[in-house]
């Protein structure tokens, strides 16, 4: 069961540019930066109560990010669901048909553990579980 919209990933193609840009719309600073070697992209992170906006910039020619850009430019680029038990939340999405792109969490950005479903079998969404990583134990990452 999903139990918020933990966030709202936002691919943008400068970072600096589009920080300063949500610190103005929002009248606040992002609360994190970060670099996800893994995957390719710098983030930053903004609070909106109990949500959060995730800007993502690729690092390189070679990330996810970069390709979402050249192909769809600046934007929305998927929806992160807050569950409490992800590889639970992952095997009913699964049952129910839904095309996964982890079959595993993986470790994420601001201490998640983190895995994809397919846009095509979400209505054009790219919709991403979230679950709080306190310590790197049980999942192997
Ligand atoms: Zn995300």
């Known amino acids: ?6 966030h709202i990933g936002i691919a943008v193609a400068d970072l600096d540019r589009a920080t300063e840009l949500y610190t103005r719309l929002l009248g606040i600073p ?18 909106v109560g ?19 850009l050249a192909k ?12 409490s038990d992800i590889r639970a939340e992952l095997q009913r999405l699964k049952a129910e048909g839904f095309e996964l792109l982890n079959e595993n ?18 209505g054009g969404v790219l919709v991403e579980l979230c679950q709080d990583r306190e ?5 192997g990452g």
């Open 1 to 6: 069961m999903t139990e918020k919209i933990e």
């Open 30 to 47: 992002p609360y994190k930066t970060e670099r996800v070697e893994s995957e390719g992209v710098e983030v930053a992170f903004f609070r």
């Open 50 to 68: 109990q949500s959060k906006i995730e800007l993502l910039a690729p690092l390189h020619e070679a990330s996810p990010i970069a390709k979402f």
């Open 72 to 83: 769809r430019g600046e934007g929305i680029h998927h929806v992160a669901f807050g569950v």
């Open 105 to 122: 969490p993986k470790p994420g950005a601001d201490r998640k553990w983190v895995a994809f479903v397919h846009p095509k079998s979400a």
């Open 135 to 139: 310590k790197d134990d049980d999942h």
